[in-house]
């Protein structure tokens, strides 16, 4: 479905003036188109496009973006849009590091069930890698035939969280697809931003890098590694579930010992709200923990009002039955047999293949911390892997009269690797001047 684009100052001052008003669609420059996919017979993915509006270029001249959430549940039409990359904040007011500037944006609601996304039965839900992409290959197969514009364009992914490890199967999938002929894009490359590519990296990094920043103890660092040598021996038996409940019991520890540190953003505290409701959950299964932690949290009361209020009003294709986020818990617990299951044999295979890979972390971000990253990293078998290994990091401003580091990469052949200064895990929204930077070094418009 396209639609002109609203006009928003002039949309919130019509809803505000006249609560009741049929809403309108006036022009403005920019586009936008939106629409569903029945990816399967009984569910459908929900898709938003955002064309780039740059005034010196046209948007054939700049890449397209596809960014993907993590959770698995968050939404990407939600929390990425309005929260990190989109051109309007979550008051519905202009970014100033929007990437639009820079590239086209596609945001789609993976895997079914999260966002706007719906299933129309309980067994329709997506439960391992495998089917969020082929899933995605049947939104992306669709996207690309409806809209040619777009076929050779430069194509790019770039996720977040749990949306790297689904990036990381979907773009093998997508390569395959490609090679195949069943699909016709210019794939240039993926991007892993603090991905959960290996969980037990993560969680066995938490403490040692809990413990440099005088965030725990030598006691607490003893029991937290107790339980990283349950979920390591729970690893090598392969019991994934069990491992599961040990990296929440590990989260739990955590929070108790730290007095409730932020696991997206160390230097943060969680609010007293959610320290009570953890509290008060702690006796529970660990999925309750879990979802509250890492899917509902994308969820705040704010951004659920405004995506199933004016936002649902705008599309005007959203089905009556749907709350934008009503299942995404659902979605969560769903997917919880492929949690604590690594990708990094993905990775391998997508730097054999040629694809370019470039993995970013906020220096703040516990969840998945930089320790853990480098960790996984280490266990590549990608030939060139020494090579890069030896090289030396070059710094990199946000602009050439800053003085102060932003972060540092390198990069040999087609992985890169970025680390991002003063980030936590959402990146765009704790340093955006950098992570915009970021993207147009990745999809070659800027240089270092």
């Known amino acids: 479905m396209e639609l002109v684009p609203w006009h928003w100052p002039a949309l919130l001052l019509l809803l505000r003036l006249s609560p009741g008003i049929a809403l309108v669609q006036p022009v403005e420059q920019g586009k936008e188109v939106w629409d569903y996919v029945t ?26 973006i596809m960014w993907l959430q993590g959770g698995p549940g968050g939404s990407s039409t939600g929390f990425g849009n309005f929260e990190e990359i989109g051109p309007l904040d979550d ?5 100033k590091t929007t990437w639009l500037q820079s590239a086209s944006l596609l ?37 690309f035939d409806s809209r040619p514009e777009f076929k050779t364009i430069p194509f790019y992914i770039f996720s977040e969280s749990y949306g790297g490890k689904m990036a ?16 016709k894009c210019n794939f240039a490359g993926v991007t892993l931003g603090d991905s959960w590519i290996s969980p037990v990296d993560s969680v066995l990094s938490w403490g040692p890098y809990l413990y440099s920043m005088s965030l725990l103890d030598d006691r607490s660092l003893t029991e937290l590694t107790k339980i990283g040598e349950k ?60 979802d509250h932690r890492h899917v509902r949290q994308l969820h705040k009361d704010k951004l ?29 617990k769903n997917m919880q047999k492929d949690f604590m299951k690594p990708v990094i044999n993905i990775v391998d295979e997508l730097l054999e293949a040629g694809i370019n890979v470039t993995i970013c972390n906020g220096q703040l971000d516990l969840i998945v911390d930089t320790m853990g990253q480098e960790a996984w990293l280490r266990k590549l078998k990608w030939p060139e892997l020494t090579t890069f290994s030896q090289m030396k990091r070059k710094p990199l401003y946000v602009n050439p009269e800053s003085y102060d580091t932003s972060a540092f990469y390198k990069s040999h052949k087609n992985l890169a690797f970025y680390w991002i200064l003063k980030a936590g895990h959402m990146i765009p929204s704790d340093q955006g001047e950098m992570a915009l930077k970021m993207m147009r070094m990745v999809t070659g418009q800027e240089m270092n």
């Open 39 to 64: 990816v399967r017979s009984n569910a459908s993915m929900f898709w938003w496009l955002y064309y780039a509006n740059n005034s010196c270029k046209n948007f054939t001249e700049l890449p397209l």
């Open 91 to 95: 008051e519905l007011k202009p970014r």
């Open 107 to 143: 945001f789609v609601d993976n895997p079914v069930g999260t966002g706007y996304s719906f299933v129309n039965q309980s067994d329709a839900y997506a439960t391992n890698l495998d089917m969020v992409a082929s899933d995605m290959l049947v939104l992306l197969q669709n996207f």
């Open 168 to 183: 990381a199967g979907i773009s093998l999938e997508l390569y395959k697809a490609i090679q195949k002929g069943s699909i």
């Open 231 to 290: 979920l390591l021996d729970a690893m090598n038996m392969g019991l994934y579930e069990w491992a599961t409940q040990l990296w929440a019991d590990a989260e739990t520890l955590v929070e108790q010992d730290t007095d409730g540190v932020n696991f997206y953003n160390i230097l943060n505290k969680n609010p007293p709200e959610l320290a009570k409701k953890m509290s008060q959950e702690f006796t529970q299964h660990h999925l309750v923990r879990l």
């Open 304 to 332: 659920s009002a405004l995506m199933n209020g004016p936002i649902k009003k705008k599309l005007g294709i959203i089905p009556d039955s749907v709350t934008w986020g009503e299942q995404a818990s659902l979605v969560f």
